[in-house]
């Protein structure tokens, strides 16, 4: 494929996997450019009943951001995401949690179809486009203030997380940490006061058990 450059990415459209869901239901599509904040300014929007305020969303996403009137308050969101935006989209889908509680989740994964287009980087050498196709994984996230069916697999109730989170917290601060060093109080083992590095008399050189020459005069002079 040295030959070649993308030109373009194309995806395929895919069947919703929540058949009975409104057609008026909000969705969100997450893209790789797409940024969080402005997910969430829409979708805080649709959900809540009161003003997103600046409080919440930081310093410049909530200015401007209304909720709109009761009828257009909805009772049902999702969240898509493909390949790799489907971290971010279960980000946003964890903040709208926090936002909007008693929320009812129901996730489903699938596959969906990506087709590649890649064109040749010299045209005139004869080389002809290319469509290469990919399944690639996607999440579908659907969060609800109504009750969802609970045999459903993916269903996660309102605050399960929140409690599983709270006993993980609860576990590792009673689990005692391994490892550590332990402190030394006082003075090392096997030195004394006054026996560090750079102090005490100076010492000099001498054969063992030697005594130490009185100091005089250079060349032993006359008393």
Known sequence: ME????????????????????????????????????LLRFALSRMEEKTASADHLGPHEGSGVR?????????????????????????????????????HQLTKLVYCTVQEVWEPLEPEAGFESLTVSRNVPSVWVLLSRDSLDKDQPGYQAPGSFDALWAQALKEEAATPKHGQRRKRGGIGAGRTDGAGRGKGPRKHPGRPGEPRKPLGHAGGGQN
């Open 3 to 38: 030959n070649y450059r993308k030109a373009r990415t194309v995806e395929q459209p895919s069947l919703c996997p929540f058949p009975d869901l409104p057609s008026s239901t909000p969705e969100i599509r997450v893209k790789d450019g797409s940024k969080i904040r402005n």
């Open 67 to 103: 909720a709109g009137l009761g009828e257009n308050l909805c009772r049902q969101i999702m969240f898509t995401g493909v390949g790799q935006s489907v971290a971010k989209a279960i980000t946003c889908v964890e903040i709208m949690k926090r936002r909007v509680h008693s929320l």
